[in-house]
């Protein structure tokens, strides 16, 4: 996985960013937040986002709505629990769980993102410092994040979604209009409150036995260890030693897309990346695109047009002059 760490304000530097003009996702590094993230287009069209967080001294909100299907791999900050809601008119898969609706997505410091949703979706997530979360929620519940995370599930009813998200876009515009009047007890007042709000719409419940048997995450890593390869789906049934149609089926119910498409995707998305971290006048889409098994260059430009909207030789056009839209507001 190619992260990038973002430059710029670190964690929990107060701050505000909003970005409501769509961006392509593939310039979401331009973000000034300490994070280590790669995203990825899943949808032919290509995928956009608007934006918006806002960060306090013990603890960073933050809204991604895509317009398509999307892959985000990363690395939150050390320190910290990261918590998400996620709201999607398709199928969300958290760590290669498929999640249940209102199902929150909880990281612990060190863990990996790995999510990946087949239709226009949002992600709203709330990050905490890791010493405050752990002790809120043994105040809360009486039992450590620790000994519960593994066995249970934690939820937000539909109507508490709605609700802390909203109050979540209240605070969001208090501090757009706010940002020059907040003094430190205030910051800690709101802290408090935040969480009081969080907290009690937690439901905690038991994790439902899943029915699913295959281990679609080792499929997944057989496919990202041989994207630059001539791995064929047909390797991976041979390996695994299972049906083609249990591979197919699995990624399709967990992951919403076929394995051939999600293999061919991650290729075009290298593919993408090497095009614009190089030199327009020096570089061979062809020579790139065999590297990644395109050996007709009719086919890959097809393909390539058909998840990205644009040609090859129109994104090296593009990345020779494109320059980030400005972000509408941050202090």
């Known amino acids: 996985m190619n992260n990038k760490r973002h430059s710029g304000i670190g964690i929990f530097t107060p701050q505000v960013v909003v970005q409501p003009l769509w961006w392509d996702v593939d310039f979401l590094a331009e973000l000034p937040v300490e994070w280590e993230l790669c995203w990825r287009h899943m949808k032919s069209g290509g ?22 299907a999307v892959f985000v791999e990363g690395i939150p900050p050390r320190g ?5 809601a996620l709201r999607s008119k398709g199928t969300c898969n958290f760590r290669n769980q498929k999640l249940g609706q209102y199902e929150l997505a909880i990281l612990d410091s060190g863990e990996e993102v790995n999510y990946i949703a087949d239709d226009e979706n949002e992600i709203f997530t709330l990050l905490i410092e890791k010493e405050l979360f752990e002790k809120t ?5 009486g039992k450590t994040f620790k000994s519960t995370k593994s066995i249970k599930r934690l939820m937000l009813e539909d109507m508490d979604t709605d609700s802390f998200i909203f109050k979540m876009k209240r605070w969001l515009s208090f501090f757009y209009e706010n940002n020059r009047k907040i003094d430190e007890k205030t910051y800690c007042d709101i802290e408090q409150e935040i969480i009081d709000v969080f907290f009690s719409l937690i439901k905690i419940t038991n994790k ?12 997944r890593e ?4 041989n994207v630059d390869s001539l791995y064929k789906i047909n390797d991976i049934v041979e390996e695994l030693n299972i049906s083609s149609r249990t591979l197919q089926d699995n990624f399709k119910k ?7 498409q999600y293999l061919q995707n991650l290729r075009l998305n290298a593919i993408r990346k090497e095009l614009i971290s190089q030199n327009k006048k020096t570089v061979n889409v062809s020579d790139i695109a065999f590297k990644y098994g395109f050996f007709h260059s009719s086919h890959f430009t097809s393909e390539y047009k058909k998840l990205f909207g644009e040609t090859p030789t129109k994104t ?3 990345m020779s002059t494109f320059t980030p839209p400005s972000i509408s507001k941050i202090f």
Do not use: C
């Open 316 to 318: 090296l056009t593009l």
């Open 137 to 141: 929620f043994l105040n809360y519940f």
């Open 208 to 219: 439902e036995s899943s029915s699913i048997k295959f281990d679609i995450k080792k499929a």
């Open 222 to 225: 057989i496919i990202h260890e």
């Open 254 to 260: 967990q992951l919403g897309i076929t394995p051939k």
């Open 47 to 68: 995928t956009r986002v608007s934006f918006s967080f806002f960060a306090t001294p013990r603890m960073e909100f933050s809204w991604f709505k895509y317009d398509g």
């Open 80 to 84: 910290t629990i990261m918590i998400s």
